[in-house]
């Protein structure tokens, strides 16, 4: 195993965020590389060699390269940090269904309504704010009765759905209809290790984050 994981990111971007998160709580030794997107450091050859689909984040770990922020929480979970993921096949199971939310419906949903206001994103707002309602919707009724998404204790699952959700106001969502969403959140706030995405403000162009 190498000394430090080398995390390639954006301050900005939660699926970038997401993955420092996680290096933080679970206690990863980690060096942050952060690229310009806004000048087009993911376009660049150096870059591209790395993710030829020029998205951060992308990790390095000795001979290993990893991108797809879902992809490196279990990649580095299942070599660092395996109690952050159940080996129960049905525990298992769940929190890959809580991966995939996090790749769509929360993307498209409170991510995407983000885009809009943060970076101009050419989205239909209306769609968004729908989807954003729905998803925090199920996410809500999920966790009646629950401290954590899966288990008795946090899993990456948790931290999947961690940032695009608690700056889901960033994009006109609000998180007051939903004060079990809004517990697991300061649940997660209150884990050793714990990292902050900064807020941003409105105007901001970029591209290139997965």
Known sequence: ??????????????????????????????????????NGAQKSEAFLALNPMGQVPVIEDGGNVISDSNAILVYLARR????????????????????TLAAGELAFGPAAARLIN??????????????AARVLGKLEAHLEGRSWLVS????IADV??????????????????YPNVRR???GIERLDGFVPMPVTPVGLAAAGAD
Request: proline residues 8%; hydrophobic residues 45%; glycine residues 4%.
């Open 80 to 99: 660092y940090a395996k109690d952050w993921l159940p080996t129960d096949p049905q525990a298992e199971a769940e929190v890959q269904k809580f991966l």
């Open 160 to 177: 999947a759905i961690y940032s695009y959700t608690a700056h889901a106001p960033e994009g006109d969502v609000s998180l007051e209809p």
């Open 1 to 38: 195993m190498s000394d430090t994981v080398r995390i390639h990111s954006f301050p900005l971007s939660g699926h970038a965020h997401r993955v420092v998160l996680f290096a933080a709580l679970a206690g990863i030794p980690h060096e942050i590389i952060n690229v310009d997107l806004a």
């Open 118 to 131: 943060v970076f101009n994103a050419p989205l239909n707002r209306e769609f968004c704010q729908t989807v």
């Open 184 to 186: 697991l959140l300061a």
């Open 152 to 155: 008795e204790r946090p899993t």
